[in-house]
T-cell receptor
Framework: AQTVTQSQPEMSVQEAETVTLSCTYDTSENNYYLFWYKQPPSRQMILVIRQEAYKQQNATENRFSVNFQKAAKSFSLKISDSQLGDTAMYFCAFGSLETSGSRLTFGEGTQLTVNP | DAGVIQSPRHEVTEMGQEVTLRCKPISGHDYLFWYRQTMMRGLELLIYFNNNVPIDDSGMPEDRFSAKMPNASFSTLKIQPSEPRDSAVYFC?????????????FGSGTRLTVV
């Protein structure tokens, strides 16, 4: 079974600074998808960014970008120009139609606090 | 679209009572997922449906839990009888057929407290 590991339970960053959240995963598949979801205090799970494993180019969405290292099975999230509204729990997730069906497997989460 | 709608937002019940959680997926989404979130176990998939048919219920903890999807716009998760260890946030999510291109859209969750 696939596993997703987020080794940083908590992180903090100053407003306007850059922070990187780590995620590693374990799979024997070659074609899969990776996601970062954000869960603010409102509890809503919000999709931040996605990456397809067969694409070498790292995904970018405004201030959010990923560093996808397929060989190392690493998928980190970089948040630039951090804002107070970025304070949330961030979850890394893995999906593969071949072995996981339609399910996403989530990591344990990283609580990010942006300080003013 | 109003997104995935879950009700109630909060539920407090006594041990032994029946609890029913409700979900309305996004129109046109034919996948529906029920997840449970706890501090100890994180986000766990309980069951998911495709075109109203249960595909994988291996995550359902025990017979006290049941889920139905009578039509494309409604699903329920029922716990009978409820126990304190069922206290958690229960999320419903839906997705288009192109699951991994679009990702899941989650509802706001139901926080269940069993006392």
């Amino acid at each position: 079974a696939q596993t997703v590991t987020q080794s940083q339970p908590e992180m903090s960053v100053q407003e306007a600074e850059t922070v990187t959240l780590s995620c590693t995963y374990d799979t024997s598949e070659n074609n899969y998808y990776l996601f970062w979801y954000k869960q603010p205090p409102s509890r809503q799970m919000i999709l931040v960014i996605r990456q397809e494993a067969y694409k070498q180019q790292n995904a970018t969405e405004n201030r959010f970008s990923v560093n996808f290292q397929k060989a190392a099975k690493s998928f980190s999230l970089k948040i630039s120009d951090s804002q107070l509204g970025d304070t949330a729990m961030y979850f890394c997730a893995f999906g593969s139609l071949e072995t996981s069906g339609s399910r996403l497997t989530f990591g344990e989460g990283t609580q990010l606090t942006v300080n003013p | 679209d109003a997104g995935v709608i879950q009700s109630p937002r909060h539920e407090v019940t006594e041990m032994g009572q029946e609890v029913t959680l409700r979900c309305k997926p996004i129109s046109g989404h034919d996948y529906l997922f029920w997840y449970r979130q706890t501090m100890m176990r994180g986000l766990e998939l309980l069951i998911y449906f495709n075109n109203n048919v249960p595909i994988d219920d291996s995550g359902m903890p025990e017979d006290r839990f049941s889920a139905k999807m009578p039509n494309a716009s409604f699903s329920t998760l029922k716990i009978q009888p409820s126990e304190p260890r069922d206290s958690a946030v229960y999320f419903c999510a839906s997705s288009s057929p192109d699951i991994f291109s679009d990702g899941y859209t989650f509802g706001s969750g139901t926080r269940l407290t069993v006392v």
